[in-house]
């Protein structure tokens, strides 16, 4: 999976974590409060991989160009 779809799922799983936290907490759903940080957590991680593989892909080609001009 590429850094952008990584970063759509990390931003799709946030924000329904929040939703999910923000029921529970109307509700008195501890289960359901529980769920929606796990969720919110996880869609951080998801947006951190693909913000890491955005990085080293720059990186890369940065590498990759300067190796051409030297040549």
């Known amino acids: ?23 529970g907490e109307a509700t008195g759903s501890d289960r359901l409060q529980g769920e929606g940080a796990v969720q919110e957590i996880k869609g951080k991680g998801q947006k951190a991989l693909g913000d890491a593989k955005e ?12 190796a051409n001009r030297k040549l």
Not at 55 to 66: H, L, S, W
């Open 55 to 66: 990085a080293t892909k720059d990186a890369v080609n940065k590498a990759a160009d300067a």
């Open 1 to 23: 999976m590429g850094s952008t779809a990584d970063k759509i799922k990390g931003n799709t799983n946030e924000a329904v974590g929040k939703a999910k936290q923000g029921i």
